[in-house]
């Protein structure tokens, strides 16, 4: 429709030769932001499915005396924290990633991959998040906090019991996220815990998208 409009409107000022271009222009531009909204959405739909089942799996750190934090802004930044666990056993700042189930994790050329994707842009961003949460909290509670960071993968092929350390970043499925962080050694006491996350609440607000 909009190719059709474009067309008439120059064949009428100009001639049958540059609405033919017109038209032809105005299509492909269309059809170009239509496929990259159709991939955004995709990805966004993808992502947030992985995000709703690792939080279903958080539920059991939560019976056992944990907080768990879903979707916050990190301070001073447009970027989003999937999940921020206190307990027990420590501070932790959860990724969730939704792969296809063929991608795998296999050396080359020094590095990990995550399928066709260097594994240092799979674990960065949840870096730069738990760095911006140790600060949020160190500010809040007047003492240093080390935040431990986690990818948790739905799909993939990924060992089954085993998990993999990338650059102090633990990736492994989703199943064994809550498992894994109970088992740790237990590092705070209950009052502890409490106070870091009325801190983190504060600190970290709902994060809104722009």
Known sequence: MLALVAGIAVWWLVGWHAAIV????????DLVYRWRRHSSTTAWRKGAAGERATARRLRQLELAGYTVLHDRAVPRSRANIDHVVIGPTGVYVVDSKKWHRRTTIKPGG??????????????????????????????????????????????????R??????????????????????????????????????????????????
């Open 110 to 159: 020094g590095t990990l991959w995550v399928g066709r994707t260097p594994i240092a842009k799979v674990v960065g961003p949840v870096v730069f998040e738990a760095r911006a949460v140790a600060e949020a909290l160190r500010r809040a509670t007047g003492r240093p906090v080390d935040v431990v960071t986690v990818v948790a993968v739905h799909g993939g092929r990924l060992p």
């Open 22 to 29: 017109a038209a032809a222009v105005v299509a492909v531009a």
């Open 161 to 210: 019991w085993g998990a993999i350390n990338a650059g102090g970043t633990t990736i492994l499925r989703a199943s064994r996220v809550h498992g894994w962080i109970a088992r740790r050694p237990r590092k705070y006491a209950a009052e502890e815990v409490a106070m870091m996350a009325a801190a983190a609440e504060q600190a970290l607000p709902a994060y809104v998208p722009q």
